[in-house]
């Protein structure tokens, strides 16, 4: 052993294509055909060719062969509605041929976000963390490394708490990182009115949630009917003096500013953005505020106005992919996400590699430990069985995924061991 190289834990070796999603990478994901990547502890060491890598480390047989795989960072899926009760199984299929609420109160289906709101109240904290924990496992198997889940489905201070005990308690749990957003302003509950409800917002809920330590970031829906520009500014400037940062739900179904509040506040991130003018798309790209695209919402619920991610891309936006896994939403999948980016919404490939990682991850201000394959960073890494990375939005409905690493633990093995060789 060379004491002057690092012991490295875990070598991939022979990576057909190692894609980095380098923040500057000039292709915009960072190719290396026949790459190295090294691991010590929890942390990325070494990337780059075998010679570059071998220069660096000492790894006795503690390798991965990744001959005609493609390896690259685990998603960053940066929005999502993870903790919920129940089902909508039964709206979703009814509007395949009705989107009349009238019909689907005849025909007793309850609709909408206080449907679920209803369901998740009423359900016992276990059942909800069971449920939750079936769908996290599916995105890790799916080759996702970090969620960002939401509260936002109680509407009162205890079922608010209670959901985001149950990200903290699946954090603790399982091999993925969860990111709380507390998202109390999801909507406000049909027996008290509106201002009441953002008094509870100011004087009661952000300071309990931000006391007990449940969440990193306060999100709000700006949208016609739903909180306006003023009232959402009240909101989040309160969040952020308690310490939480803010993000915000806006031009989904119209626009009426939200947008420019993300600009003015420097948020975290502006989702959705399905009627964000050009104009705001400049302002949000010199902001440096990322934009988070949903195009499985868009595709479940048929949007009238899906988002054109091309002016933003061409003004300097950042752009994030997530899957927006919700009641109305179900969802797991970024690869599913990536393909409807592709096909449905004009992105390519690479565009939408990018989004899924390095701008998920820039949309959680994580950037400088994840969503990329550098030294420093952690080795969240997920390996393909694919012959490139673009059949990730070719191979309709796969999971390419064969492995998943995180934090340098291989967590995710569905390799068959006589051809894929793992030495401990």
Known sequence: MDNNKIKADLVISNCKQLITCKKNAVNLIGKIDNGWIAVSDE????VGTKEEVQNIVDYDDRVIDASEKIVLPGFIDCHTHLVFGGSRVKEYTARMTT???NVLNRMGIKTGIMATVDMTRDAEEQLLFDNAEHRLRQMLGAGTTTVESKSGYGLTTSSEIKML????KLNDNLPIDIISTFLGAHGWP??????????MLLLEMIPWVAELDLAQ????WCDEGHYTVKESEKILLAARDAGLE??????????????????DMKMVSADHLNY?????????????????????????????KPFNPRPMLEEGMTLALATNCCPGCWNVSLQFVMMLACR???MSPAEALRAATIGGAMALNLQEDRGSLEVGKLADIQIWDASTYEDAIYRLGSNLVEKVIKRGKIVVDNADKESFKYVT
């Open 217 to 220: 970031f306060c999100d709000i």
């Open 344 to 346: 449905q919404h004009g």
């Open 165 to 168: 005990k149950i990200n903290q």
């Open 43 to 46: 942390k990325i060491v070494a």
């Open 99 to 101: 989107n009349d609420n």
């Open 276 to 304: 964000t003018p050009r104009s705001v798309m400049t302002k949000l790209a010199k902001a440096k505020v990322p934009g988070v695209l949903l195009p499985a919402i868009d595709f479940a619920v048929k949007h009238p």
């Open 246 to 263: 803010p993000k915000i739900h806006t031009d989904a179904y119209s626009y009426i500013g939200g947008s420019d509040l993300a600009v």
């Open 190 to 199: 049909e027996d008290i009115p509106k201002d009441k409800y953002i008094e």
